[in-house]
């Protein structure tokens, strides 16, 4: 893991389905500005710039490294653009903790975000060379075989989606940045909602956003000298695996299994669910709860379900998921990942408000992307490793 | 925790000017194939690629790539949207975590699908430039004409071009192009051969961390300094007859004394620009590859360019040698990567 | 309608026009003349009134009747929309001949606002007032090229630019490949091709010329067949284009003799009748529409034959 390192700043937009008010620049400047406010920082005590998203297709802007770099305070500094698909905030992150590890530097400022309202995610992700030789769908197309396939294989009821759809809704109401905000949310609510691609309803599917989110990533000297408590990097974690090949698991894949035995293992976790106090989760549909949970070791093969109707996934639960709200809550999607990982440092810092899970010491970060292909996960926990 | 970390292998297709028929993944997984052979080693502790999903006209070209390397059981991997040379850097900086020994890097491009020249206008700010228009030759030519205005002569373009060709004839993985001959400008002062060709092709180096290097190379060449550093954007906020960033990164990088020095210059100009900014003496041997002038696979060609420098030093023929990476328009990002025996 | 009763005489009208020849000729007096000199000038002022506050457009009083001093403040040209009416079908004698909003607009370092025309983009006439039409937006004045000193001189106001469209194309010449090309040519005789790997025995179809587990090349053809099993799926509700209706079924297809499933359409069954296990069968276009393309098989359909165990498909999920 080689040097501590510390996330010392959390900044965050405001979330919603079209931020105009603002331009690129200063959607990334008003999350970038209020990680270094919390740092007690300014530009000129950062060190280098990592920054993330998805596809440069969402934006048009290509390489929006070279664009940015005035914006981002990064000139004459080390700037990098991380991309791993939907897993590219939280691989942002670990680029960014890698820096700080290998001790190169001592304060990096990492910057993901998306501004999907320039364009059309639908469109962005369906664009596929011709000659293809199969249907390319969206992001719900591709996933719903999948789900299907588990509630299948471990004789889930049809409500289990509708009961987290409505837990990240009602926890997103006590989040301020949140995009979906939506008083009353209910089951009979999400339930009148149509099915988009069954086994997936409209209400069980992430927002599309304009959104970001940074932090301040810190050396151990830098993090003693920071004025609000830091989140200690105590595990990260990175995999990846084809997307299509023979015999490959896609319901479980491998990839998400062995990214959280080596951060648990680093972190010198065990038992999951009871030695981490929550964790931020990359569900963009809400299945993927009960499938994580299965897939991240929180319970066994077959129980993730169970996990999930129990409430123990709930914020007064016993192993609180996605308190923020969650990606069903708030989805630019570059930063998406980003976000998990922030929302878990700020829950171990003390610092998530109303969404604070009491006594939070140490939490999981999680973002998966591709074809549930691409993982990275981080473990933080309040105190030094 | 500081480990040393050098370039144990290098591999790279035979670049070509035309398309070949290959998609991005066939052009790369045969250097794959052949680092992995030369390396003998089947399995890396990280994994970590540049592309551009413009070039290849659709997202997530990375995505299918990662068939080439044998991804099972997972691995531990990462991509960066810019040349290999930055993914080679994130790597340099994974192995010195102390966990992992080895890495696998690699880069790749397929210019010759699309429009290159206007493709790199999208990379420009979104309000004030894309909007215009202006291509890549274009801003490349009004640094020329900066950089000729501060005292330099059109003939000296010329005569960088020429070596570049000559050097890209011997060398069987670059282009055959001709001397340059009497020909119009691209955009003034630029002439055609000023200019990078359009290229396919792909890069892979393997690194590897202490022992663990010595054991796969007999000469490793050891990474003694590696650095990057990006200046402004707006070309109206910079003095274009210099490369602010490149000397930056070269005194951060200790680039002194080198033998030979493998430059990502895809316009002649920027050779003698980033031979004034690294401060490079007079003796020491620049891009005898042909560099970018003579191949350039956007996306490969910076980590040609450090496969390069340390093919010099795994063959035994220089001590010390220099590989520089550059992306964004007229030499806005550069990174300098010294290697030693 | 009913019918005009026949037995009255048709109504005896007349065209008249009251139109003063040349238009009238006004003095418009120290106050108004400045305002309307700096406009002709491209400048909007105010005049501060006794009290304090900048009168726009200036008169010679306030609205409590109070003189106005002789200070004009420049005001502008950035202003706020205090309030705004739509007329979808506008009049002859309206500034603009294309849906449109009246807008009271404060410039900024004004207490007061002008009634002028806002234009808000092209609506057919009849639409209803567009969400981004609200009290409180920024707007400017735009100019017309020649003034004359005249309220006109103004053509109307204008949203302050928010949003810029950024066209954005990019063309390609792409080449499929050789692993690709040679599985199309393959479908373009009607056969499906993959290859076999040499380490893991394994079967693509279609072919990649690697094994993305081994990372090795892969040379060994193999024909398989057009039959094959739906592992999962999922019923679309959005409509696209490739399909036949709405809802359609997008599968998972395990051809026979293939060891990798394959993302297709499933038709020929109500969607809600598709099942995992379900066995299915290439529908090809007529031979003579064939070409390098998958588009050759139109979708897959079941074939009747009797469900595969989920045992027998839990492995390729």
Known sequence: MGEPCAVIGVGQTEYRTKRTDVSIAGLVREAALRALEDAGLTFKDIDAVVIGKAPDLFEGVMMPEAYLADALGARGKPMIRVHTAGSVGGSTALVAASLVQAGVHDRVLVVAWEKQSESNATWALSTHPPLSPTIVVGAGGYFAPHIRAYMRRTGAPDHIGTLVAVKDRQNALKNPYAHLRIPGISREMVESTPMLWEPIRYLETCPSSDGAAAMVLASESAARRAPNPPAWVHGTAMRSEPIFFAGRDTVSPQAGKDCAADVYRQAGITDPRRELDCAEVYVPFSWYEPMWLENLGFCGEGEGWKLTESGATGLDGDIPWNASGGVLSSNPIGASGLIRFAEAALQVRGLAGEHQVEGARRALGHAYGGGAQFYAMWVVGSDRP | ?341 | MPSEPSDRSEPLVAEHVLEFPGGYTRSVGPVIGRFLTELRDGRLVGVRTASGGVLFPPAEYDADGEAVTDEYVEVGPGGTVTSWSWVSRPRATHPLDRPFAWALIRPDGADTALLHALDVGTFEPGADPPRSLRTGMRVRPSFRAERTGSIRDIACFRPDVTMITAPSRAEYRLNAGRALTRFLDGVSEGRLLGHRCDVCGKVYVPMRGLCPVDGVPTTEEVEVADTGTVTTFAVNNIPDPRAPQVPFVSAYILLDGSDISLLALVAGIDADRVRMGMRVKAAWKPREEWGRTMENIRWFEPTGEPDVPFDAIKEYL
């Open chain 2, 1 to 341: 925790m500081s480990r040393d970390v050098a370039v144990v292998a290098f591999a790279q297709t035979k670049h070509t000017g035309e398309d070949a028929g290959l998609t991005e993944v066939e052009l790369l997984a045969p250097v794959i194939t052949e680092i992995k052979q030369a390396t003998g080693l089947n399995r890396f502790g990280f994994t970590c690629s540049g592309s551009l999903d413009y070039l290849a006209g659709a997202p997530f070209s990375f995505v299918s790539a990662l068939d080439t390397v044998g991804a099972w059981p997972p691995i531990s991997e990462s991509h960066v949207e810019m040349d290999g040379a930055w993914a080679l850097y994130e790597a340099w900086a994974r192995l010195r975590h102390g966990d992992v020994d080895t890495a696998l890097v690699y880069g790749f491009g397929k210019s010759t699908q699309g429009s290159l020249r206007e493709l790199m206008t999208l990379q420009l700010d979104p309000y004030y430039l894309a909007p215009l228009g202006p291509d890549q030759v274009s801003l490349a030519a009004l640094q020329a004409r900066a950089f000729l205005d501060a005292g330099h002569k059109e003939d000296d373009l010329r005569a960088v071009a020429a070596r570049s060709r000559a050097a890209g004839r011997a060398n069987p993985y670059a282009l055959d192009l001709p001397d340059p001959a009497d020909e119009g400008y691209e955009v003034a002062p630029l002439r055609p051969h000023d200019c990078a060709p359009i290229t396919d092709g792909a890069a892979a180096v393997v690194l590897a961390a202490g022992d663990r290097a010595r054991e796969l190379s007999e000469r490793p060449a050891w990474i003694r300094g590696i650095d990057h550093r990006i200046e402004a954007h707006s070309l109206g906020a910079r003095d274009l007859s210099r490369s602010e960033s490149a000397a930056l990164a070269a005194e951060r990088a200790g680039a002194r004394d080198v033998e030979v020095a493998e430059l990502h210059a895809q316009f002649s100009h920027e050779e003698l620009m980033l031979r004034e900014a690294i401060g490079l003496a007079d003796g020491v041997r620049v891009n005898p590859s042909g560099g970018p002038l003579a191949a350039n696979p956007v996306m490969a060609t910076g980590l040609i360019r450090i496969g390069e420098a340390a093919s010099w030093i795994h063959r035994g023929e220089a001590r010390r040698t220099l590989g520089h990476a550059a992306s964004g328009p007229c030499l806005q990002h550069n990174l300098v990567c010294v290697l030693e025996a």
